[in-house]
């Protein structure tokens, strides 16, 4: 597998956007909806999965790589940029939430980076997104992401998006970090995931946290962002008006007072 060499640029700090430069013939595939700009000489064109089974592979190979992206919860479709000009042309593409873009080498990586469902932003032709499923019945239960989770692999640039601020861990063989199982991005292959009960009632019942942790166990390298997308969609959707435009504090002997005594006013 050779994935085309591309040169890039992360530009921003909470809504951040990836430019890469593409020599002439170069191909960069990306998720339909994160496009942001692109110069004159740079053609879109609508693909069948990853488009790594592009060539050669038949319809039936096209529709095995589309299939996959589909059980990870993403569109059968990907869009890939083209230079089909003489010179070096950019092209942008947007994160889709506050956040950071984490750029993977996967050589880096021994060829694989595994991470959550839709966190895929972009990568050069010949790199593979497909599935990675898990053979842990608690793990596919409990663990937030399912049975399936997304793989990368190649030897080219990929780009995944987190949430809010990223961490990155380097395990030693042996060592476990506990996680919340929102709050991961994406690990190397040689780790090793599994989620654990909490433990005890009152934490059970009122902790606020789940019933389940995330256990990663190294060797290997681990990402993990601050604000996964569920969270902050529960807080914004917990915070919007109801019963016809009412806030939450309208309700109580306050009413609007409210906002001025809790000091919840991050809404």
Do not use: W
């Not at 050779?2 to 998720?31: N, S």
């Not at 700009?37 to 089974?53: K, L």
């Amino acid at each position: 597998m050779q994935a085309h060499e591309i040169d890039y640029q992360i530009f921003g700090e909470e809504m951040q956007y990836v430019e890469i430069e593409l020599d002439p013939q170069e191909i960069v595939i990306a998720e339909a909806g994160s496009f942001m700009m692109m110069e004159n000489n740079i053609q879109m064109e609508t693909i069948f999965g990853d488009g790594s089974q592009q060539q050669g592979s038949g319809l039936f190979g096209k529709l095995l790589s589309a299939g996959k992206r589909v059980l990870t919860g993403e569109s059968l479709f990907m869009t890939a940029f083209l230079n089909q000009g003489n010179s070096k042309s950019k092209v942008s593409f947007a994160s889709p939430y506050p956040g950071k873009i984490l750029p993977i080498d996967l050589t880096e990586f021994q060829g694989k980076f595994i991470c959550q469902k839709s966190s895929f932003l972009c990568a050069a032709k010949g790199v593979s997104v497909g599935i990675e499923f898990s053979q842990k019945l608690g793990r596919g239960l409990f663990g937030g992401e399912g049975f399936i989770m997304q793989k990368i692999e190649g030897d080219g640039m990929a780009f995944v998006h987190s949430g809010g601020t990223m961490a990155k861990k380097q395990l030693a063989p042996g060592e476990i970090l506990k996680v919340d199982t929102g709050c991961i991005i994406g690990f190397t292959k040689d780790v090793d995931y599994d989620i654990e009960f909490i433990g005890g009632i009152k934490n059970s019942i009122f902790g606020g946290e789940g019933l389940f942790y995330a256990t990663l166990k190294g060797p290997g390298t681990v990402f993990i962002q601050s604000l996964p997308f569920s969270r902050l969609a529960d807080r914004i959707i917990a915070s919007a008006p109801r019963s016809g435009g009412n806030s939450r504090e309208e309700g109580s002997l306050l009413g609007g007072l409210g906002n001025l005594l809790d000091g919840d006013n991050r809404f």
